[in-house]
């Protein structure tokens, strides 16, 4: 069993920054896929962002220039910097491991205001 922990969320304002963390205390398989995912409440998840040694970063349409995936290989931390939020990326912010995710944290709320 993977246990992942998401922290970072909160309140911003329209066109400001957070980073989103998400860690582990589980020894991770380095070239196992992680990915950021969103939700709000009526909606499904979406894939935000994903990251492989196969296939580099990926990102949704809707935070390309936005949100940058990134992970510390030797702490097996993963992060979601983003930039420019806009009103519409509040959501709960979820991070998982392999794909197709197997293992999902908890999730971490994010609220933009404009």
């Known amino acids: 069993q993977v246990h992942l922990e998401e922290s970072g969320g909160g309140l911003v304002q329209a066109g400001g920054s957070l980073r989103l963390t998400c860690t582990t205390s589980?020894?991770?398989?380095?070239?196992?896929?992680m990915s950021w995912h969103r939700q709000v409440p009526g909606k499904q998840r979406e894939l935000v962002a994903q990251?492989?040694?196969?296939?580099?970063?990926n990102y949704a349409d809707s935070v390309k220039g936005r949100f940058t995936v990134s992970k510390n290989n030797n702490t097996d931390t993963f992060y979601l910097q983003m930039n420019n939020l806009k009103p519409e990326d509040t959501a709960v912010y979820y991070c998982?491991?392999?794909?197709?995710?197997?293992?999902w944290g908890q999730g971490t709320q994010v609220i933009v205001s404009s």
């Open positions: 998982a491991y392999r794909n197709p995710p197997r293992y």
């Open positions: 589980n020894t991770l398989y380095k070239f196992s896929a």
């Open positions: 990251l492989s040694s196969i296939s580099g970063a």
